[in-house]
């Protein structure tokens, strides 16, 4: 019966957070909604939630702040304010611990995923993995790491798995980048052998060609052949050629929704012009001249 009234006490405790995230939040506040004093509360709340309140509240503003970095046109200053931070510098510092790039990278970069998605840590990331890492709308609502037992070749794979997923809205992608210098000019394939299991949404390999002012010169997520539901494992690869002003290659796997996907044998080749590249045309035309300013039909 104790459980079950500290679980409803933090129950409230975590809606009364969820509802106040964008005013001031302090720790007394929130004990004293839940009828509890300060010290007994702090330790009711990390025995149940595995976190400090003051880590959680910060974890939701960052993920909150994440969402309105895709979701709006909002200015990164603003966005900062909005969610408490005193200044745009203890922003940046606190995103980039969480996200692994700031605030104005991470809106370019995961904008790019998700418009061609579909037709577009967590509490710690579950284990790291070397020159791996975690990012997403809600990377602490997923989890990374390495399976011994699901492997296609060799001795593990890396995964992803959801969470505490609650929509197809959400995603999370385990990444690497590196330096573009070494192919400028060439023709690269990126494979690798994926396996799914119960993707209610969507995953797949991604390839991201940037220059170093971070616009995108070529892309593909395999949002135009996704993998969905239960697959065993397969080969998938993406082509794409690497511009003169090439300056970044970013890559990984993603998983929109909930699910679970593990990658393999992850491998990368210069081909000739005979492979067809996969990428994906851009939505958008950037114009000469502005066009249609009296909304005629």
């Known amino acids: 019966m104790q459980n079950l009234k500290y679980q409803q006490i933090i129950q409230k405790a975590i809606?009364?957070?969820?509802?106040?995230?964008?005013?001031?939040?302090?720790?007394?506040?929130v004990a004293s909604v839940c009828g509890f004093s300060k010290f007994h509360f702090l330790r009711v709340f990390q025995n149940e939630v595995g976190m400090t309140i003051g880590d959680y509240i910060r974890i939701r503003r960052l993920t909150n702040s994440a969402r309105m970095l895709i979701d709006t046109n909002e200015s990164i200053i603003n966005i900062?304010?909005?969610?408490?931070?005193?200044?745009?510098?203890?922003?940046?510092?606190?995103?980039?611990?969480?996200?692994?790039?700031?605030?104005?990278?991470?809106?370019?970069?995961?904008?790019?995923?998700?418009?061609?998605?579909?037709?577009?840590?967590?509490?710690?990331?579950?284990?790291?993995?070397?020159?791996?890492?975690?990012?997403?709308?809600?990377?602490?609502?997923?989890?990374m790491g390495l399976d011994t037992k699901n492997v296609h070749q060799g001795k593990a794979s890396g995964y992803i798995r959801s969470r505490s997923v609650a929509t197809i809205e959400e995603f999370a992608t385990m990444m690497q980048q590196f330096k573009a210098k070494k192919y400028i000019g060439q023709r690269l394939k990126f494979s690798a052998f994926v396996k799914s299991e119960k993707v209610d949404g969507y995953c797949g390999l991604w390839m991201r060609i940037d220059n170093a002012a971070g616009d995108v010169l070529q892309f593909d997520n395999m949002s135009n052949r996704p993998i969905v539901k239960d697959t065993n494992w397969n080969l998938y690869s993406i082509v794409l050629d690497i511009p003169e002003n090439s300056a970044v290659i970013a890559f990984g796997v993603i998983l929109s929704?909930?699910?679970?996907?593990?990658?393999?044998?992850?491998?990368?080749?210069?081909?000739?012009?005979?492979?067809?590249?996969?990428?994906?045309?851009?939505?958008?035309?950037?114009?000469?001249?502005?066009?249609?300013?009296?909304?005629?039909?």
Not at 15 to 29: F, G, M, V
């Open 80 to 143: 900062a304010f909005y969610f408490g931070f005193g200044a745009p510098e203890a922003f940046t510092r606190a995103f980039k611990k969480l996200y692994h790039m700031p605030p104005g990278e991470y809106r370019r970069a995961m904008n790019i995923i998700l418009n061609k998605n579909g037709g577009e840590n967590m509490e710690q990331q579950k284990q790291e993995i070397k020159g791996w890492f975690l990012t997403g709308t809600s990377p602490h609502n997923y989890e």
């Open 15 to 29: 809606d009364y957070i969820e509802e106040n995230l964008h005013r001031p939040l302090s720790i007394d506040l």
């Open 257 to 297: 929704g909930r699910g679970h996907v593990w990658l393999d044998q992850c491998k990368f080749e210069v081909v000739d012009e005979k492979t067809p590249t996969t990428n994906i045309e851009m939505a958008y035309e950037l114009l000469d001249e502005p066009v249609n300013l009296s909304f005629d039909m």
